[in-house]
């Protein structure tokens, strides 16, 4: 969360790193509550009560749902290569773009972990990004993303990664939540969110909201304004831009705690992972994010490659609209890097242990006053 220090250990040992993460999280349903089935009792000297075990539940209405947006996100993938007009992709790309920038640079960045501030017209254009991408409000998202980071890879973990990539990338959204989501979701500080007047008017209108931003005007566009064919508009700007846009955010879920280095700390799933950088518009160098997730950047980097979202604030930083952006100073992340890394980090510079002989033989040096 924002604020934490980077000696703060959740569950690790001294030399381990904080348990704290990021993501995109659900859409659809959820409310669902989990049930729970009671083992049978066992006789015990002090008639203890018998615990309660967790049994995964298919929620088949979401496996339904879920099932036929892939299905139709084939189909709209299908028509946009052999029908569809290519001004109609180019809108379905641009509203991927939108959607994902909602979810990135607000719902996560700004809203979930408080790594910058934006003035309220930056903040309502990520509201009306937000709701086009539909991952659920960003008082829920926020909500359970911050769960996710405080019990990172525990039951309490609504996308935990110790369950296979499956469950971590979709299947939790298919079964009812496990109990110590729900109850460890009742722990969190929600009150910043509680007392911001934009996320209470979209939490209100969410359901009159998402269906017109994220359904009814991506698909009459491309038919009122270029004569493309409904078919050819639900399916590509609809149903293959949302579904690609979900699915794309669920990899920061499953693929990033599952595969990459973890220069930063070894101790824990997440990874830097360029795929899903590119993909998720920076949101891939999860190693960095869950070591320091106060970071506006997401990521130790210089420039914007593989990192679109940075590259979005950055903007409107420079217009004014984002401002109080933190970042982590690199003297915290060497340190880091070198107490609990797995050693995949580049080097520093001139002279760090890792640079070779060979390469600082080879260097020029300019203006050179040592001999």
């Given at each position: 969360?924002?604020?934490?220090?980077?000696?703060?250990?959740?569950?690790?040992?001294?030399?381990?790193?904080?348990?704290?993460?990021?993501?995109?999280?659900?859409?659809?349903?959820?409310?669902?509550?989990?049930?729970?089935?009671?083992?049978?009792?066992?006789?015990?000297?002090?008639?203890?009560?018998?615990?309660?075990?967790?049994?995964?539940?298919?929620v088949w209405r979401n496996?339904?749902?879920f099932a036929y947006l892939h299905l139709a996100a084939v189909y709209g993938a299908y028509l946009m290569l052999t029908s569809a007009k290519i001004i109609t992709s180019i809108w379905a790309i641009l509203l991927y773009q939108a959607g994902g920038l909602g979810i990135t640079a607000g719902a996560h960045r700004l809203w979930a972990h408080?790594?910058?501030?934006?003035?309220?017209?930056?903040?309502?254009?990520?509201?009306?990004?937000?709701?086009?991408a539909f991952q659920n409000h960003v008082h829920e998202w926020a909500r359970d993303h911050r769960v996710h980071h405080k019990f990172s890879e525990t039951d309490a973990d609504p996308?935990?990664?110790?369950?296979?990539?499956?469950?971590?990338?979709?299947?939790?959204?298919?079964?009812?939540?496990?109990?110590?989501?729900?109850?460890?979701?009742?722990?969190?500080?929600?009150?910043?969110?509680?007392?911001?007047?934009?996320?209470?008017?979209?939490?209100?209108?969410?359901?009159?909201?998402?269906p017109i931003l994220c359904f009814l005007i991506p698909t009459m566009v491309p038919v009122y304004l270029w004569?493309?064919?409904?078919?050819?508009?639900?399916?590509?700007?609809a149903m293959f831009?949302?579904?690609?846009?979900?699915?794309?955010?669920?990899?920061?879920?499953?693929?990033?705690?599952?595969?990459?280095?973890?220069?930063?700390?070894?101790?824990?799933?997440?990874?830097?992972?360029?795929?899903?950088?590119?993909?998720?518009?920076?949101?891939?160098?999860?190693?960095?994010?869950?070591?320091f997730p106060w970071d506006y950047k997401t990521a130790e980097l210089g420039n914007y490659r593989a990192n679109l979202t940075t590259a979005f604030i950055d903007f409107f930083s420079r217009i004014g609209w984002a401002y109080d952006l933190?970042?982590?100073?690199?003297?915290?992340?060497?340190?880091?890097?070198?107490?609990?890394?797995?050693g995949s980090h580049e080097v520093w510079g001139w002279g760090d242990k890792d640079m070779s002989q060979d390469d600082m033989d080879q260097a020029q040096v300019i203006n050179n006053k040592s001999k």
């Open positions: 969360m924002a604020g934490v220090e980077e000696s703060r250990l959740i569950g690790a040992t001294p030399d381990m790193a904080p348990n704290i993460t990021s993501s995109p999280t659900g859409v659809l349903f959820e409310d669902d509550i989990v049930e729970t089935v009671a083992v049978p009792s066992i006789e015990s000297k002090n008639d203890a009560k018998p615990p309660e075990k967790y049994r995964r539940q298919i496996v339904i749902l408080r790594a910058y501030k934006a003035k309220w017209p930056l903040r309502l254009i990520l509201m009306l990004f937000n709701t086009l996308h935990d990664a110790r369950r296979g990539f499956f469950f971590s990338h979709v299947g939790w959204l298919l079964v009812r939540k496990h109990p110590d989501v729900k109850e460890k979701g009742k722990g969190i500080d929600m009150s910043d969110l509680d007392t911001d007047p934009l996320l209470m008017f979209q939490k209100k209108y969410y359901l009159i909201m998402m004569g493309e064919s409904w078919t050819n508009a639900w399916f590509v700007v831009r949302y579904t690609f846009t979900l699915n794309m955010t669920w990899l920061v879920n499953s693929a990033a705690h599952m595969w990459g280095s973890q220069p930063y700390d070894k101790y824990i799933n997440p990874a830097e992972n360029l795929s899903v950088a590119v993909l998720a518009l920076g949101e891939g160098w999860h190693n960095y994010h869950h070591v933190k970042t982590v100073p690199m003297s915290m992340v060497k340190r880091r890097v070198e107490r609990t890394g797995d």
